[in-house]
């Protein structure tokens, strides 16, 4: 009979429980207390509980409770937000309480929000049954399913962070951290001094790469306590990660390349099981070795970056630089058309492409660095690789009519490398794909010999050959 009585009184505490969140906002003021400071934290509750910010609002209510253990209200309001928490049991006491305070509050219940108060009580309900079937299905591993029921719950009871760390867990285990940071982001604020979420968010904003975000998360982590082991551990790992991929994309930015490989040398050590960063520093140095014009070194990490990284454009674009400079165009077409799949409306690669494609279709035609023997030369190589060839095939040297008529054309081909590469504004259209001596791409041109300078071709009379090579 005692056992029944107890049930009784059980079921209707558990109406009441939701009852009260309803006429919460209706009640304030009525039956307020009379001491000062337990209005002044009744009345901040009540402004942190609207704003849903239930840790701070349910630290006032405690406050509340201390100052005036024989007030009711105080107990219901405090009752209110651990309900609004989801914390049903932690909120039972205080409506037992409340009601050994003043037992004729059970009469609120024929007040005429009482559909309501009958609806939300069926969502209570309900509420209880997700719950553990959320849990249930979590135990057996079913973490689709589990998210799929805790959607609900979170819809009834959005200020519930187990709910969300929950389903933050079942994000991860399914590999997508994304929605699992947008879960655990709120539960910050919902729990007072909830390192576990700063620091579980700074792990995850880590292993995607984000130190920074990850830096700030780890921060806030060691506000609430500059002792915690676990925050103060991973911080000086992220703080010492962060600064040396800041380091390196500075001295990048002075193009100070080989300081820079050597930095995100340094990252790879520092961090050697979170692939984001290996994959970063590989793209990285790709990039620089490029840039400090190292083809075969740049080749060789572009393509082992770009095994790690299949579609990302940006080392498909170093490393068809790197071919360019390795003069093997074909490659390097391929290249940026690969990346061009990937980036249709990417600009530099649909420039980079046309720009290889001109290169290509130069190298089939006449490569003066090839002729000369030189690459990326500088004036005075240039004209002294001229001389020499210059001497090796004049035509005077050979005898034999067919060798004669050899010896001009590479006579030719050598004095046009010579005055394409030695002029500023030739070498630049060479070297931008484009053949300044090629009558096709010259309006007028091609009335002299096969590309001769100025349109002149000493052969074309015959008889003797006398040059003087300057400086």
Same mark, same amino acid.
């Given at each position: 009979?005692?056992?029944?009585?107890?049930?009784?009184?059980?079921?209707?505490?558990?109406?009441?429980?939701?009852?009260?969140?309803?006429?919460?906002?209706?009640?304030?003021?009525?039956?307020?207390?009379?001491?000062?400071?337990?209005?002044?934290?009744?009345?901040?509750?009540?402004?942190?509980?609207?704003?849903?910010?239930?840790?701070?609002?349910?630290?006032?209510?405690?406050?509340?409770?201390?100052?005036?253990?024989?007030?009711?209200?105080?107990?219901?309001? &405090? $009752?209110?937000?651990?309900?609004?928490? =989801?914390?049903?049991?932690? +909120?039972?006491? @205080? #409506? /037992?309480?409340?009601?050994? %305070?003043?037992?004729?509050?059970?009469?609120?219940?024929?007040?005429?929000?009482?559909?309501?108060?009958?609806?939300?009580?069926?969502?209570?309900?309900?509420?209880?049954?997700?719950?553990?079937?959320?849990?249930?299905?979590?135990?057996?591993?079913?973490?689709?399913?589990?998210?799929?029921?805790?959607?609900?719950?979170?819809?009834?009871?959005?200020?519930?962070?187990?709910?969300?760390?929950? &389903? $933050?867990?079942?994000?991860?285990?399914? =590999?997508?951290?994304?929605? +699992?940071?947008? @879960? #655990? /982001?709120?539960?910050?604020? %919902?729990?007072?001094?909830?390192?576990?979420?700063?620091?579980?968010?700074?792990?995850?904003?880590?292993?995607?790469?984000?130190?920074?975000?990850?830096?700030?998360?780890?921060?806030?982590?060691?506000?609430?306590?500059?002792?915690?082991?676990?925050?103060?551990?991973?911080?000086?790992?992220?703080?010492?990660?962060?600064?040396?991929?800041?380091?390196?994309?500075?001295?990048?930015?002075?193009? &100070?390349?080989?300081?820079?490989?050597?930095?995100?040398?340094?990252?790879?050590?520092?961090?050697?099981?979170?692939?984001?960063?290996?994959?970063?520093?590989?793209?990285?140095?790709?990039?620089?070795?490029?840039?400090?014009?190292?083809?075969?070194?740049?080749?060789?990490?572009?393509?082992?970056?770009?095994?790690?990284?299949?579609?990302?454009?940006?080392?498909?674009?170093?490393?068809?630089?790197?071919?360019?400079?390795?003069?093997?165009?074909?490659?390097?077409?391929?290249?940026?058309?690969?990346?061009?799949?990937?980036?249709?409306?990417?600009?530099?690669?649909?420039?980079?492409?046309?720009?290889?494609?001109?290169?290509?279709?130069?190298?089939?035609?006449?490569?003066?660095?090839?002729?000369?023997?030189?690459?990326?030369?500088?004036?005075?190589?240039?004209?002294?690789?001229?001389?020499?060839?210059?001497?090796?095939?004049?035509?005077?040297?050979?005898?034999?009519?067919?060798?004669?008529?050899?010896?001009?054309?590479?006579?030719?081909?050598?004095?046009?490398?010579?005055?394409?590469?030695?002029?500023?504004?030739?070498?630049?259209?060479?070297?931008?794909?484009?053949?300044?001596?090629?009558?096709?791409?010259?309006?007028?041109?091609?009335?002299?010999?096969?590309?001769?300078?100025?349109?002149?071709?000493?052969?074309?009379?015959?008889?003797?050959?006398?040059?003087?090579?300057?400086?």
């Amino acid at each position: 009979m005692e056992s029944g009585r107890r049930k009784g009184l059980s079921g209707v505490l558990s109406s009441l429980s939701l009852l009260c969140v309803i006429l919460d906002l209706q009640l304030d003021g009525v039956l307020g207390a009379t001491h000062v400071e337990i209005e002044q934290h009744l009345e901040m509750g009540r402004k942190l509980l609207a704003a849903g910010q239930l840790a701070e609002a349910l630290s006032h209510y405690h406050s509340a409770v201390e100052g005036d253990s024989k007030n009711y209200l105080t107990y219901y309001k &405090r $009752a209110a937000v651990f309900l609004a928490m =989801g914390k049903s049991k932690s +909120a039972l006491p @205080d #409506l /037992t309480r409340a009601i050994q %305070l003043k037992p004729d509050f059970l009469a609120l219940q024929r007040s005429p929000d009482q559909d309501e108060a009958r609806n939300q009580l069926m969502r209570a309900n309900e509420l209880e049954e997700l719950q553990e079937e959320a849990h249930a299905a979590h135990h057996r591993g079913d973490y689709s399913t589990t998210i799929t029921v805790l959607d609900r719950v979170v819809e009834l009871s959005p200020w519930d962070p187990e709910s969300r760390e929950l &389903r $933050a867990e079942c994000y991860i285990r399914l =590999g997508d951290p994304r929605k +699992a940071i947008q @879960d #655990l /982001t709120p539960t910050t604020r %919902l729990r007072n001094d909830n390192r576990a979420a700063f620091l579980k968010l700074s792990t995850l904003h880590y292993d995607l790469g984000e130190h920074q975000e990850s830096l700030g998360h780890v921060r806030e982590c060691l506000k609430l306590d500059q002792d915690d082991k676990e925050c103060f551990s991973h911080y000086k790992q992220v703080k010492k990660l962060s600064k040396q991929l800041d380091s390196a994309e500075e001295h990048i930015q002075e193009e &100070r390349y080989q300081e820079a490989i050597d930095k995100y040398e340094s990252v790879m050590r520092t961090e050697p099981n979170v692939p984001y960063y290996t994959n970063k520093a590989k793209e990285r140095i790709c990039f620089c070795l490029v840039k400090n014009k190292m083809p075969a070194m740049a080749i060789d990490i572009c393509s082992e970056a770009h095994q790690r990284d299949p579609r990302n454009i940006n080392i498909l674009r170093d490393r068809a630089e790197a071919f360019i400079l390795n003069q093997d165009y074909e490659k390097a077409v391929e290249d940026y058309q690969e990346a061009r799949e990937f980036d249709m409306e990417n600009n530099e690669i649909r420039e980079g492409l046309e720009r290889a494609q001109k290169m290509l279709k130069l190298s089939r035609k006449r490569d003066y660095y090839k002729i000369l023997g030189v690459n990326s030369a500088n004036k005075q190589e240039i004209i002294k690789a001229y001389r020499k060839l210059a001497q090796q095939w004049h035509p005077d040297n050979f005898r034999e009519e067919s060798e004669k008529k050899e010896a001009e054309k590479r006579f030719i081909d050598i004095a046009s490398a010579k005055e394409v590469l030695t002029d500023p504004e030739m070498r630049q259209k060479f070297d931008s794909g484009e053949d300044p001596l090629d009558p096709e791409s010259q309006q007028g041109g091609g009335q002299g010999g096969q590309g001769w300078p100025f349109h002149f071709n000493p052969f074309e009379s015959g008889g003797n050959y006398h040059f003087k090579f300057h400086h």
